[in-house]
Nanobody, 123 residues
Framework: QVQLVESGGGLVQAGGSLRLSCAASGRTFSSWSMGWFRQAPGKEREFVAG????????YYADSVKGRFTISRDNTKNTVSLQMDSLKPEDTAVYYC????????????????WGQGTQVTVSS
């Protein structure tokens, strides 16, 4: 059974940092891409960052470019999201997701999702 499990969320002050991890299991993901999405209260889920398993190509939403860094560890089957210079508007539930093929910003193209982890940034 394919599974994605996020960890690393929490409460942090504005300007601080958090590192999220997504542990993937149940299959080989070499031809897949991983994405981080987030959903704030009352808002739609939005794309944050994506990475391809094989080559490590990355793509970021403009709102997090220069502050967030996505990476993957193929030996451990984990994808991480390093979040620096956090802002209150980064507060959301963050989800890890997987899809076969290149990175996509469209959540409907991802067919495997984790349960989400809460990130709260206080001002």
């Amino acid at each position: 059974q394919v599974q994605l499990v996020e960890s690393g969320g929490g409460l942090v002050q504005a300007g601080g940092s958090l590192r999220l991890s997504c542990a993937a299991s149940g299959r080989t993901f070499s031809s897949w891409s991983m994405g981080w999405f987030r959903q704030a209260p009352g808002k739609e889920r939005e794309f944050v960052a994506g990475i391809t398993w094989s080559v490590g190509n990355t793509y970021y939403a403009d709102s997090v470019k220069g502050r967030f860094t996505i990476s993957r560890d193929n030996t451990k089957n984990t994808v991480s999201l390093q979040m620096d210079s956090l802002k209150p508007e980064d507060t959301a539930v963050y989800y890890c997701a997987a899809r076969l093929g290149p990175i996509s910003q469209r959540q409907s193209t991802y067919n495997i999702w984790g349960q989400g982890t809460q990130v709260t940034v206080s001002s």
